[in-house]
């Protein structure tokens, strides 16, 4: 017995009791289609011999005068071609069925995909199948990513629900599980089609691949193709992907600098980090490239669209909003750039300032001194409006600083040739010249500044700068031992008294609380030596959101000695990380430390980090740096309880203001790393004979501990490997 009903557009013809779940959100996602009634058969398997005579009748019971788009849910592919051609031959209408397997994508979207052109086909009585498109709804561009294609022995490329993904070919277990994301979340855009360039953990895509799969495009998908740098791409060395693509493919491109997801007529769209991972939500949307003039620069990208949301304030020119009397936001490529209202003479350069998809930029324009103050408050009062995911990623950075000189060509140039020729092979140019001198900071000179940012409006109010994406130049640490700060800047309170900090914690991140507070209280209800109650939640819940990429600018700022809101965030880090289990033994981190600044490590004999120190209890596997560093903890906290899937569950904590004596240094020599053992001072460390006894103590058992053997290591997630990298006490 067949039932039916009618369900968001689609008539569902089911079998069973009840509607399955394939079938239901297949019916209310589905658009309506304006010449076809869409009726969704939930089979689930069951086919009795006389289904298909039981569909038509019920069919014609409803009386139909359209053709139909036949779904089949819960059958063989192949099913849906054999009832469509049989229905039609019944019915004497057309139908639309899926030849192949039909995946939901995003946002009702079906995409028909198989091994041989599958897609939707109509079927008339009496007439050959005729193939009508990939997708439903079918974009503008639906016949250009039809096929999966090989591009080379390395790439292939292949089509998605929203667009289409050229990807590395060889590791097909690595490329699976962002198949899987991209299907299920990219948004199909009518009018345009992202191409997605490269996968994350596989080798880098080279611009020859994207020249040949260009080559082979047709009109209508070189008209709406809007390229994404999904994954690593090989390319000149400061170059941008965009200036890169239009100078192989000789023409102007349009880049989407993030992946859109959501519904196609109103997508958000999200940067992708390093990983893989969601960034952070963009202003400039899309952006055009031209090709470089002969030996000239590149011009600034154009941004062709853009987001403003209301915080940006009334519009006042192109990408550009009244936010103050006094000063107006605009979007630029790598954020926002608030300034006075007219821009400045470096305008070109802060426009042309990439884009980091790990934390969003909010240029703070510093002309003098009382402007850069007045800028830097607007600046404060805009980063705590803006929505919470944008809100955790946005870094404010003065313009002085985030302007760098344009290099006037790449390192290597491709010549311009016609889309039906091969690439010119490229002409290399001089090699550059080495500008680096030894030194602990891998970082450009004065590119890395803290400011804290002005509390309003109850968001994030402190701004990280993390590390752009220039060329790199090393200093040495002459800017390179912590100051002591005052008691306003202290991570840790004097007093026990943190009412104001926790008042301020949950206005600031209200909407952070919201999201995790519940799977925090689970934790603490699940672990018996912890504390539970209110309060103890929500110091919980700021160390669950310190050790997220909430967190990543805290400690840069608790170093600056400086006060602002990264401080009472801080200090309810601080309350919840006391109760957490104490870890007494060796821990491991790693330092780029030059010889010189090592031996000033020697001579300081104690070092004191006004940050938190994070360290692992295992060796660490891949962390970058000459030097090892071993901390013996005596206090360090374990955070493993409060890590997120993602997170470090060997983690170990040591509070703001924590002391550690150097016990021993040694230098890093041809082929093997430096190495700097440490001991965390304690109270009782106050007698010189109490001190002498204890270092002794230590150094022993690291001295053990080392003669041991470190084992094969333990792989950190890349996202959190800086907070293990650097010395403690050192900016």
Sequence with gaps: MITRHTVGNA???????????????????????????????????ELPFDVWDTVATELRRQRLRRGIRLVVCGARPETGALAGQWLSDRLGRPVIAPFGQMIPGAAGLLFVHGTDLGGWVCYRRGRAPAWQSKRYPAPAWDGA?????????????????????????????????????????????????????????????RLDDVARFWRGLAPEGREHARFIQYGPVALPDGEQFGQALADVLGCSVRVFTGVPTGRPDDPAMFTVTADG???????AQELAYGPRAALGAAATPRIVSHRAPPELGEPVGPGVYQYAHDAVVEVIPSGLWLRGPQPSRDADRIRAVPL?????????????????????????????????ATRGRTAVRPSSLVAPARPSAPAFRTRRHAPDQAPVPPVPAPPPVDLTVPG??????????????VAGGGGATWASAPTMALPVYRATAAASFQRTPVDEARGVRPGPDLDEERAWFRRAFRHQIAAVAADVARVLAAHPALPDGADAVEYATAVRLYLTAAGDGVDRALRSAEPGGHVPFARCVAAGTRPLPVHSGVTYATA?????????????????DWGFTNALAEPPADLPGDVEVLIWSATGRRTGALETATGVPGRVLFLPGTAFAVLHVREPAAGARGRLLLRELAAGDAAAD?????????LAALDRHVAGG???????????????????GLR
């Design 145 to 205: 990513a039809t096929d999966h294609l090989t591009i080379s022995s390395t790439c292939a490329a292949e089509p998605l629900p929203g667009g289409v993904w050229l990807r590395e070919s060889r590791d097909e277990a690595a490329v699976a599980g962002h198949g899987s994301r991209l299907t299920s979340a990219m948004a199909c855009l009518p009018q345009a089609m992202p191409v997605l360039v490269g996968c994350p953990g596989t080798a880098p895509l």
């Design 356 to 388: 980091d998809p790990a934390q969003a930029r909010l240029v703070v324009d510093d002309p003098v001194p009382a402007v850069a103050d007045r800028h830097r408050e607007l600046a404060g009062d805009l980063a705590a409006r803006l929505d919470p």
């Design 690 to 698: 109490e001190r002498a006894r204890h270092d002794a103590l230590a």
């Design 11 to 45: 008539l569902v013809l089911h079998p069973r009791e009840r509607i399955s779940p394939e079938a239901r959100t297949v019916a209310l996602s589905v658009d309506p289609d304006p010449d076809n009634d869409i009726v969704i058969l939930d089979l689930q398997h």
């Design 592 to 608: 780029a430390v030059a010889t010189a600044d090592l031996r000033r490590i020697a001579q300081r004999r104690v070092l004191t």
């Design 710 to 728: 470190a084992g094969p290591g333990t792989p950190v997630p890349p996202a959190a490997a800086r907070r293990f990298v650097g010395v403690p």
């Design 277 to 283: 991972g969601t960034g952070w939500q963009v202003f």
């Design 440 to 453: 602990p900071v891998a970082a450009p000179l004065a590119a890395e500044v803290l400011l804290p940012a």
